[in-house]
């Protein structure tokens, strides 16, 4: 079975640009959260979506914005991209909410260089 | 505010000896705690979790031991292994799932 999948992998943008980056969660997961992990640092929340509504957000601008589709996939959006955007974006998925004992498992994330 | 802190940024150990990764917490609402391990170009991987209804959970070389009153977890790997050399994440949530909070993490080094 597929794990989660992240696209692109790998993207260099310019500073003011706007991003889009894709994710699709474990086959019968229901839950996708999103998180930003830069240099020397642990994960950061940044969303997280259940049946395509937003179930938690964390301490991020709102540059920053997600939706979930009808399939489970997500989307993160990043506007007017600063420097500091620079960072290693990751998807993680789940098949519990609402639950103790809801294990998130990652995709390989998108790392994202913005000059 | 950091809800879950890892205060050693490294650890480095000996092949065949027992790695201990300590992990402490803040917020008395998270019941459920998890250890991921993370390669380098990777995303992180999920390597075990504990519930607050338990102390001790062990899965093969890894064990998680839960201390409540103190807020505290640590992660026993034994033996250790050069394979294991990673940055271990500790993280947890409260009921609910609806955000999982991480470490900052530990870079485990394993010597042959």
């Known amino acids: 079975d597929a794990g989660v999948t992240q696209s692109p992998t790998h993207l260099i943008k310019t500073r003011g640009q706007q991003v889009t980056l894709r994710c699709s969660p474990i086959s019968g997961h229901k839950s996708v959260s999103w998180y930003q992990q830069v240099l020397g640092q642990g994960p950061q929340f940044i969303f997280q979506?259940?049946?395509?509504?937003?179930?938690g957000r964390g301490n991020f601008p709102d540059r920053f914005s997600a939706r979930q589709f009808p399939n489970y996939s997500s989307e993160l959006n990043v506007n007017a991209l600063l420097l500091g955007d620079s960072a290693l974006y990751l998807c993680a998925s789940s098949s519990l909410q609402g639950f103790s004992g809801n294990t998130i498992y990652f995709g390989e994330g998108s790392w994202l260089t913005v000059v | 505010d950091q809800q879950v802190k890892q205060n050693s940024p490294s650890l480095s150990v000996q092949e065949g000896r027992i790695s201990i990764l300590n992990c402490d917490y803040t917020n008395s609402m998270f019941d459920y705690f998890l250890w991921y391990k993370k390669y380098p170009a990777e995303g992180p991987t999920f390597l075990i979790s504990i519930s607050s209804i338990k102390d001790k959970n062990e899965d093969g070389r890894f064990t998680v031991f839960l201390n409540k009153s103190a807020k505290h977890l640590s992660l026993h790997i034994v033996p250790s292994q050069p394979g294991d050399s990673a940055v271990y994440f500790c993280?947890?949530?409260?009921?609910?799932?609806?955000?999982?909070?991480f470490g900052a993490g530990t870079r485990l080094f394993v010597k042959a």
């Open positions: 993280a947890a949530s409260d009921t609910g799932g609806f955000k999982t909070i």
């Open positions: 979506y259940y049946e395509k509504e937003e179930r």
